[in-house]
């Protein structure tokens, strides 16, 4: 597992750092669907309940005491602010889509994430443990990756490309991407396959060893007839 970061760097295929290695084949690539993003990830719902509340409040509390046109002309105000916060929120949500590649090979998972700053994670098959799928809207889902060992993971840098909530082990996560259980299918048969693979080591020749002091050498054994003839003389 490892993270790749070059401001200048041209990538040679788009989503990887570096040309993959012989016997690499890239089985997919995608990126978040740009609405399911925001809506799931920004929690535009909340937001926008939130503002809703505010401007029924600010109408309840203004009703029995002032005209109905300046009740409403008060309240309005918080619905204009809510768009206006939405409409940045999903403008924030695009580009993160959009500067974001996700990559699936019969090796390992890429992940080019960060629209200011670009961090790619590669992370072999061999290093996660486990993924859980999560569907979503219109055939979207999350797939979540569990991890083993390796560098400690920034949940504020991959954000909001993780699980939600889990910062203090943060969980690499393919966020909304479309088509979703299809991808997890091609991740397992991929992981299962190269899991299978023998993995071999390359360590180093034992050190030669001296001999003991050779004994002074037998005499080689007589054959039986030999050694009867020589007692007969």
Excluded at 38 to 61: D, E, K, T
Aim: contains cysteine; hydrophobic residues 50%.
């Amino acid at each position: 597992m490892s993270q790749h970061h070059d401001d200048f760097a041209v990538e040679p295929i788009r989503g990887l750092p570096e040309l993959p290695p012989e016997g690499e084949t890239i089985l997919w690539q995608g990126r978040p669907d740009a609405f399911a993003l925001s809506w799931q990830a920004l929690s535009l719902p909340w937001i926008a309940g939130y503002f809703v509340v505010l401007a029924a409040w600010r109408f309840l509390s203004l009703v029995d005491l002032l005209p109905m046109g300046q009740v409403i002309g008060y309240s309005v105000p918080f619905l204009g602010l809510g768009a206006i916060v939405l409409g940045l929120l999903g403008a924030f949500g695009y580009v993160q889509a959009r500067s974001t590649v996700y990559t699936v090979t019969n090796r390992r998972i890429a992940m080019r994430v960060g629209a200011a700053l670009t961090v790619t994670l590669n992370l072999p098959y061999t290093r996660i443990a486990a993924a859980d799928f999560a569907p979503g809207r219109r055939g979207t889902g999350t797939i979540a990756l569990h991890t083993l060992g390796g560098p400690k993971l920034s949940y504020l840098t991959l954000w909001p490309h993780v699980r939600p909530w889990r910062i203090s082990v943060p969980q690499p996560a393919l966020r909304c991407i479309p088509d979703a259980e299809r991808v997890a299918r091609l991740i397992a048969e991929a992981a299962e396959a190269r899991v299978a693979v023998p993995q071999v080591a390359h360590t180093a020749a034992p050190a030669p060893v001296a001999a003991p002091p050779s004994a002074p050498a037998a005499r080689p054994a007589r054959p039986a007839a030999a050694a009867a003839a020589v007692a007969a003389e």
